[in-house]
C-alpha cells in the first residue's frame, strides 16, 4: 500500500469504509458493538458512522441492528462496471451456464479472500447469496486455490498464514502444509475440484483464466449440489466445458 502525506489522509473517511467492509454475506445485521468489534473501532466511532450511513440512506436501522441499503451498490458498480474483465467474461458465462444448467462465476484474488466479478445464476446452490462484489475465503475455495496455485509458492503460503484457517464444514483442511499441497496438486491438474469445504452441500470444479500473455488474470468456476454426483464424475462432466472456455477468453483477455 503506498503510504500518503498525514495531511492528505482523512481518517473519518477511512474508520466509514472499514464500517462498511465489515457486512458481509453471512452477517448482513450488526449492532453497534459488533460493528466495534469486526472493526476495532470504540463503540461511540462505530456507532458515528453507522448513523451517518443511515442518515445517508446507506444503512437501514431498527433500533438494534443495522443492515445496508442497496445504496451502497452505487459505491461499487461504478469500479465493478469500468473493469474490461468483467464485461469481457459475462457472455461467456451467460452461454456456458446455459450450456451445463449450473451457476458459473469469475473471480480474481484480493489478498486473503477471492471477489467475485461476474456471475451466472441457474439456482441456488449455497446458503448466501452471491453476487458481483461477493466475497470468500481464497484459501478453501476452489476459484481461490486455483488462483493462489498461480502464484510463486512463497507468496501463497504468507497470504494462507495470515488467512483465517478456521473450518468452514467438516472436510475443511486447516493446516497451511496441507494447503499448500492441495495447491501443488491444483498446479500440476489445472483445475480444482472443491468437495464440500465451503459449505456442506456444494462441490465446485475451477479452471484459471489465462490473457493472451499466458498469464493467469481470474479464475471461472461452476458450483453444484453433492448429492448428484461424485466429485470425480463432476469434473469428468463439466471439467471440458470449462477448459472450452477458458481456451475461448485466452484469446481476448489483455
Not at 53 to 64: N, Q, S, T, V
Not at 147 to 171: G, H, K, N, V
Not at 182 to 202: I, K, P, T, Y
Request: with cysteine; proline share 6%.
Amino acid at each position: 500500500m503506498r503510504m500518503v502525506n498525514k495531511t492528505d489522509f482523512i481518517a473519518s473517511l477511512a474508520k466509514g469504509l472499514k464500517v462498511i467492509e465489515a457486512f458481509r454475506a453471512e452477517q448482513p445485521r450488526l449492532s453497534i458493538t459488533e460493528v466495534a468489534e469486526a472493526t476495532g473501532l470504540d463503540r461511540a466511532t462505530a456507532r458515528r458512522c453507522l448513523l451517518t450511513l443511515h442518515e445517508l440512506g446507506y444503512a437501514d436501522y431498527d433500533g438494534k441492528f443495522f443492515t445496508l441499503t442497496p445504496r451502497v451498490l452505487r459505491l461499487g458498480m461504478g469500479a465493478m462496471a469500468a473493469i474490461p474483465l468483467a464485461q469481457l467474461v459475462q457472455p461467456w458465462l451467460d452461454q456456458l451456464s446455459e450450456q451445463i444448467g449450473q451457476s458459473t462465476s469469475v473471480s480474481i484474488l484480493d489478498d486473503t479472500e477471492i471477489v467475485y466479478l461476474a456471475r451466472a445464476a441457474q439456482r441456488r446452490v449455497m446458503s448466501i447469496g452471491l453476487m458481483p462484489g461477493s466475497r470468500l475465503p481464497a484459501h478453501c475455495t476452489s476459484m481461490g486455490r486455483v488462483l493462489l496455485a498461480a502464484l510463486p509458492e512463497p507468496e501463497a503460503r504468507a497470504i494462507i498464514e495470515r488467512s483465517d484457517l478456521t473450518p468452514r464444514t467438516p472436510f475443511s483442511l486447516t493446516a497451511p502444509a496441507e494447503i499448500m499441497a492441495r495447491l501443488g496438486q491444483v498446479r500440476a491438474e489445472g483445475h480444482s475440484l472443491n468437495d464440500q469445504e465451503v459449505e456442506l452441500g456444494l462441490r465446485s470444479l475451477a479452471v484459471p483464466l489465462y490473457n493472451i500473455h499466458g498469464r493467469v488474470v481470474a479464475a471461472l468456476n461452476t458450483g453444484v449440489a453433492a448429492v448428484h454426483a461424485s466429485a470425480q464424475e463432476m469434473a469428468a462432466l463439466y471439467l471440458p466445458p470449462l477448459l472450452k472456455v477458458q481456451e475461448g477468453l485466452r484469446r481476448v483477455l489483455r
